[in-house]
């Protein structure tokens, strides 16, 4: 349970109304909500420092610019990185956005604060035959044979649908036995269907032969040992593990398998626009990311095997 914001009563009840028109409204995820939720909580606490007191109306509409760099810099000296800082600042603009709108109070302080640069970071895909390795080691685990089938078509959708983890735990039972395609809910409540590959709808298959709980069309399709949705951090323990033994790069996590989804269709002459839609992506400026990233495995390829990718050592100069 989310903590309580050191606010004054009227500035609470705006953060309860924000928070109702996140989840409403602007459908936001609960990742989102939570996040933001967060952000504005050490907003708060850093008012309570600042001023000396909680924060109500008045002094949310008095605030400077001033005030809100002071907070961006006291959180970057707590270690908060660029994109952290970033999703901050959005988090405040969101709320005093939605006090403005809602005829609350007007603040136009923010206004002054330019978003922090953020590092180009281009995703770190696996190699076709790594994906394939991480889902033929994840289907060999020791242990429940039900364990082993439900981990195995977890990551099986991940890599062959380019699901995110939230989306496959997410499912329920009803959606199986999976058809040819798969609807689904992604960020911002925003539907999308997916093809289904036999092999992965094979192995959801396996896993619903084997898990030893009567689902109810209600029910999680993912299950844990006590029959509950699965937690996120299971999956995530399987990848650290798999990657251990396969001698994998840290990069190797549930979302890389998205990641390798989008540039093995890519490099394989998928069409940007189709894999916008199969990823649910609101822009394509957020998808032709994995164009750099082809293009940059295609310079790795070029650099190592070209014969004229490096110069010949000159010899001794005879003249």
Known sequence: MARAIP?????????????????????????????????????????????????DLDLLAALETRDFRAFLTARRNEGLESRSLARALSSLRSFFRFLDRSDVLTNVGLKGLRTPK???????????????????????????????????????????????????????????????????????????????LPVAREAVDTYLSLCPFGLEPADPLFVGARGSRLDQRRIREVMIGARLRLGLPDSATPHALRHSFATHLLAHGGDLRAIQELLGHASLSTTQVYTEVDSARLLDVYDKAHPRAHPPAKGPDRH
């Open 7 to 55: 606010a004054a009563e009227d500035a609470r009840l705006q953060i309860r109304n924000w928070l109702a028109h996140l989840n409403g409204e602007r459908r936001a995820s609960p990742a989102t909500t939570i996040n933001y939720h967060r952000d504005l909580s050490r907003f708060f606490e850093f008012l309570v420092d600042h001023h000396g007191a909680a924060a």
């Open 118 to 196: 953020l590092p180009h970071a281009l995703p770190k895909p696996l190699t076709v035959s790594n994906a394939q390795a991480l889902i033929e080691d994840v289907t060999q685990l020791p242990g429940q044979p039900w364990i082993r089938a439900r981990d195995a078509a977890i990551i099986t959708l991940l890599y062959g649908c380019g699901l995110r983890i939230s989306e496959a735990l997410s499912l329920n039972r009803r959606q199986a036995p999976l058809g040819d395609t798969l609807r689904i809910i992604g960020k911002g409540r925003k539907e999308r269907l997916v093809p289904v």
